[in-house]
């Protein structure tokens, strides 16, 4: 199947989804291709979309049955699963459609919804994505794709040098691309609690986060010095009307993923284990917006620093901001209650 021939639709505009998305678009109007149908919970962030000629399509079952390949990009297991449930449930035929699933999900999840599509004689490629947002808006995203080759051969042409510099090609099973995906976050988040405790370390003793920022960027490579870039600049705890370039939630959830694999077969993930408690205690303390970096104000905290820096202290460091953030994710149970007046108290306590 010619991809250029082929209706292409995208659901799911977040941080990474959108910027994907943008360059797709931008792909297929250069090529005079058919526009993108887009769909999202929140459709008014496919307005920059809309301008660059995609369409928009509030339904995802609509979008399923106007489109031949399908790429999604949401949050997590259960956001997928559903979406899939949807357009299994639709009555549309989904016969000989191709679904790309680029989010972060459990093998087990991309096992399911695989087999569950081939019943319907469809077919689902997993083709999660490593880089950030700032990645994304350049199209240099690096993707592992596993799933049947005639699909991914058909879906490869929309992926490199569009959305991405490079495709690993994990084979057949699609679940071999999201195991990557996993184990490559292994790095990912523990890295970034390396480089946190770094430069926590050369705040306290004096030599300054220049320097270490300096060495982090050119001895250990740019993605060590974009991690680095993100506490100095104070992103690890973005404005509250942003949304974080990588959710705290979001790497608690590879993170367990990661943790459930592993214990399943037998591998020990120390270093993982206590970069996952700090971001736990970070979104404890500073509730959902944070990024998944902010393990470092968890760092700073217990070496007697304020948990903002800087470059957000003005905004943040008064309890509003707690008070704020625990009550807007909080007033849903008795438990989440007590963990949001738990924080404002600690944001008492802690204020510097
Ligand atoms: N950010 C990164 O640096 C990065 C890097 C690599 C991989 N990833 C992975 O890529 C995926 C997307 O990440 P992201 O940073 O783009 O996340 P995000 O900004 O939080 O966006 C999540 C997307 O899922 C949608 N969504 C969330 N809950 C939903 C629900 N209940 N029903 C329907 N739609 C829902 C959101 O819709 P709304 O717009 O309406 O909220 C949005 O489109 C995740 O699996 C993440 O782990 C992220």
């Given at each position: 199947?010619?991809a250029?021939a082929?209706?292409?639709?995208?659901?799911?505009?977040g941080?990474?989804g959108?910027?994907?998305a943008?360059?797709?678009?931008r792909?297929l109007?250069?090529?005079?291709?058919?526009?993108?149908?887009?769909?999202n919970?929140?459709m008014?962030?496919g307005?920059?979309?809309?301008?660059?000629?995609?369409?928009p399509?509030s339904?995802?079952?609509?979008?399923v049955g106007?489109?031949?390949i399908?790429f999604?990009?949401?949050?997590?297991?259960?956001?997928?699963?559903?979406?899939?449930?949807?357009?299994l449930?639709?009555?549309?035929?989904?016969?000989?459609?191709?679904f790309?699933?680029c989010?972060?999900?459990?093998?087990?999840?991309?096992?399911a919804?695989?087999?569950?599509?081939?019943e319907?004689?469809?077919?689902?490629?997993?083709?999660p994505?490593?880089g950030g947002?700032?990645?994304a808006?350049a199209?240099?995203?690096?993707f592992?794709?596993g799933?049947?080759?005639?699909a991914s051969?058909?879906?490869?042409?929309?992926?490199q040098?569009v959305?991405g510099r490079?495709?690993?090609?994990c084979?057949?099973?699609?679940?071999?691309?999201?195991?990557l995906?996993i184990a490559?976050?292994?790095?990912?988040v523990?890295l970034?609690?390396?480089?946190?405790?770094?430069?926590?370390?050369?705040?306290?003793?004096g030599?300054?986060t220049?320097?270490?920022?300096?060495?982090?960027?050119?001895a250990?490579?740019?993605v060590?010095?974009?991690?680095?870039?993100r506490?100095?600049?104070?992103?690890y705890a973005?404005?509250?009307?942003s949304?974080?370039?990588?959710?705290?939630s979001?790497?608690?959830k590879?993170?367990?993923?990661?943790a459930?694999i592993?214990?399943?077969h037998?591998v020990?993930?120390?270093?993982?284990?206590?970069a996952?408690?700090?971001?736990?205690a970070?979104?404890?303390?500073?509730g959902?917006?944070?990024?998944?970096?902010?393990m470092?104000g968890i760092?700073?905290?217990?070496?007697?620093?304020?948990?903002?820096?800087?470059?957000?202290?003005?905004?943040?460091?008064?309890?509003?901001y707690?008070?704020?953030?625990h009550i807007d994710?909080s007033?849903?149970?008795a438990?989440?209650?007590?963990r949001?007046?738990r924080?404002?108290?600690?944001?008492i306590?802690h204020h510097?």
């Amino acid at each position: 199947m010619a991809a250029s021939a082929t209706q292409i639709g995208w659901y799911g505009l977040g941080s990474m989804g959108l910027a994907m998305a943008t360059n797709l678009q931008r792909h297929l109007a250069a090529k005079k291709a058919v526009n993108l149908i887009y769909s999202n919970r929140t459709m008014s962030r496919g307005d920059p979309l809309k301008a660059l000629g995609a369409v928009p399509e509030s339904s995802f079952e609509k979008l399923v049955g106007r489109c031949g390949i399908i790429f999604t990009m949401v949050s997590d297991d259960t956001v997928l699963k559903n979406l899939i449930s949807s357009a299994l449930n639709s009555g549309e035929s989904l016969s000989s459609k191709i679904f790309v699933d680029c989010s972060t999900v459990h093998p087990d999840t991309i096992c399911a919804t695989a087999s569950q599509l081939k019943e319907k004689d469809a077919v689902f490629l997993s083709a999660p994505v490593f880089g950030g947002n700032p990645i994304a808006v350049a199209g240099k995203l690096v993707f592992a794709i596993g799933g049947p080759k005639e699909a991914s051969e058909a879906v490869k042409p929309l992926i490199q040098d569009v959305m991405g510099r490079k495709i690993i090609d994990c084979g057949e099973e699609a679940t071999k691309s999201s195991l990557l995906k996993i184990a490559g976050n292994i790095v990912t988040v523990s890295l970034m609690e390396a480089v946190g405790e770094a430069q926590v370390f050369a705040e306290k003793t004096g030599l300054g986060t220049g320097p270490m920022e300096e060495l982090i960027g050119d001895a250990f490579g740019p993605v060590a010095g974009g991690y680095s870039k993100r506490l100095t600049t104070g992103v690890y705890a973005p404005p509250l009307d942003s949304r974080p370039g990588f959710g705290v939630s979001l790497s608690i959830k590879d993170a367990k993923h990661a943790a459930a694999i592993a214990k399943d077969h037998g591998v020990e993930l120390p270093g993982l284990q206590v970069a996952e408690d700090n971001m736990v205690a970070a979104r404890e303390y500073g509730g959902e917006c944070l990024d998944s970096s902010s393990m470092y104000g968890i760092l700073r905290q217990r070496a007697g620093l304020a948990f903002w820096n800087e470059k957000n202290f003005k905004s943040r460091d008064t309890s509003e901001y707690r008070i704020q953030n625990h009550i807007d994710f909080s007033l849903l149970d008795a438990r989440a209650f007590m963990r949001a007046l738990r924080g404002v108290l600690l944001s008492i306590l802690h204020h510097k």
